[in-house]
């Protein structure tokens, strides 16, 4: 069954310091992997998708995630976090899209990580 | 376009009495999808819809729970009887069909009490 793992439940991290948030994901075919932020009482933004080609993807407001087939990982990155940062942050796995509509479409989500910006 | 629109952003309402949210989608989208995300939780997928037709629904989605998008645009998701376990942010989402670039609405805080 798919499945989507955020190990780390909160972090906190400082202000100008590096990021790095863990995914880990359950799949039984090549994934689409994608990064999204969701700040109090609001909708999801997605910061960055993965589908195929480079395994190095860039995303919006200076994130970046790894794809890593070996470890089943997409990690996402950022070399130095701000004080708007903070926010809930959710990995997603989705089901491969057929053409044909019958399967696919929808996300299974990690249980997000909470990050925390100190000044 | 002004994105995906939910209406309203919050409901609450008392145990066992029925609700009903809106979820207007962007306009050239054909896809919808309604998310139920429950506190500390990530997004749990419930049904979606491709134009008209609704073509997945989770087994989350128990006989009180009903969608409908009539006439492939905005969408009406129903909770009977309310339980306080029906407590949740339900996300509305459109995309394109062969695309997975969601746009999220703002979703729908239901309060049971």
């Known amino acids: 069954a798919q499945s989507v793992t955020q190990p780390d439940i909160h972090i906190t991290v400082s202000e100008g310091a590096s990021l790095e948030l863990r995914c880990n994901y359950s799949?039984?075919?090549?994934?689409?992997l994608f990064w999204y932020v969701q700040s109090p009482g609001q909708g999801l933004q997605l910061l960055l998708k993965y589908f195929s080609g480079d395994t190095l993807v860039q995303g919006i407001k200076g994130f970046e995630a790894e794809f890593k087939r070996s470890q089943s990982s997409f990690n996402l990155r950022k070399p130095s976090v701000h004080w708007s940062d903070a926010a809930e942050y959710f990995c997603?796995?989705?089901?491969?899209?057929?053409?044909?509509?019958?399967?696919?479409?929808?996300?299974?989500f990690g249980q997000g990580t909470e990050l925390s910006v100190k000044p | 376009d002004t994105g995906v629109s939910q209406d309203p952003r919050h409901k609450i309402t008392k145990r066992g009495q029925n609700v009903t949210f809106r979820c207007d989608p962007i306009?050239?989208?054909?896809?919808l999808y309604w998310y139920r995300q429950t506190l500390g939780q990530g997004p749990e997928f419930l049904t979606y819809f491709q134009n008209e037709a609704q073509l997945e629904k989770s087994r989350l989605l128990s006989d009180r729970f009903s969608a409908e998008r009539p006439k492939g645009s905005f969408s009406t998701l129903e909770i009977q009887r309310t339980e306080q376990g029906d407590s949740a942010m339900y996300l509305c989402?459109?995309?394109?069909?062969?695309?997975?670039?969601?746009?999220f609405g703002s979703g729908t805080r239901l309060t049971v009490v």
């Open positions: 989402a459109s995309s394109s069909a062969g695309h997975y670039g969601y746009t």
């Open positions: 799949y039984g075919a090549t994934p689409y």
């Open positions: 306009s050239e989208h054909n896809r």
């Open positions: 997603a796995v989705g089901a491969l899209l057929d053409p044909n509509y019958n399967q696919g479409g929808k996300l299974i």
